[in-house]
């Protein structure tokens, strides 16, 4: 069969952070590696069941169940049902096992190993109960009691990426929304370089900590937030 979509392994041993499986069958299992099992997709990490997943394609639609896994699954933040299917989408983030392994779905499939930035999503496991509120009409965060005031355009894109958290928000959505301001390019989008953007997001995680705001970049593409921020 042809490829149809693939996953990005953004975190998950023994794999390479990046490692791209593009989903060619009917059925694609995804699992821990044991003596009696070998999954199409096989994780050594002792939470994750060994049939965690299987996606489906089912119309040409690529569908998640979760297995009854013990550790359970995520998409996009939200705690899925056992046995129940999931339509998947483009950008949709899959977490095993509270963020154990975590992956990156896409329509669009590659042949070769995506390059992503060495950023926090693939360092740690998420933080319970990280002292962090957000007071977005006052613009300013809280941090472990500090308040610590936002700009214009840090506050511009915490507020997307916190809109649109544990999903992937592409370049040109941020550059939109960030830089309204800028003249637009020949293909509408404004004239914002990728080291600007950089620029940014280094801003942010030094000024607020940076295991406060967790943001991945997958490189060409766009940023994902993963958080459970309180926000008023």
Not at 15 to 23: D, E, F, R, W
Not at 163 to 185: M, S
């Amino acid at each position: 069969m042809e490829n149809f979509a693939c996953l990005y392994i953004i975190r998950g041993e023994p794999y390479k952070s990046g490692t791209i499986v593009n989903l060619e069958e009917n059925e694609t299992t995804v699992g821990r590696l044991s003596n009696q099992l070998t999954p199409d997709i096989a994780f050594t990490n002792p939470f994750i069941s060994r049939q965690h997943i299987v996606i489906r394609k089912e119309m040409d639609k690529a569908v998640l169940y979760d297995k009854g896994s013990l550790h359970g699954t995520e998409i996009n933040g939200e705690r899925v049902k056992p046995h129940r299917p999931y339509p998947l989408n483009n950008f949709d983030i899959i977490k095993l096992a509270n963020g154990m392994s975590v992956l990156h779905f896409s329509y669009v499939f590659a042949d070769q190993t995506l390059e992503l930035e060495p950023l926090s999503i693939t360092r740690q496991l998420e933080i319970p109960g990280m002292p962090l509120t957000i007071h977005w009409e006052k613009r300013e965060c809280v941090v472990e009691g500090q308040r610590i005031a936002m700009s214009e355009k840090e506050y511009l894109l915490i507020r997307l990426l916190h809109e649109n958290a544990n999903r992937l928000v592409p370049l040109e959505v941020i550059k939109a929304t960030v830089w309204p301001e800028r003249l637009a390019g020949e293909e509408g989008i404004p004239d914002v370089t990728l080291d600007e953007l950089n620029a940014l997001i280094y801003r942010v995680r030094k000024k607020y900590g940076k295991d406060t705001f967790l943001i991945s970049a997958v490189r060409g593409s766009g940023y994902v937030l993963e958080s459970e921020i309180v926000s008023s």
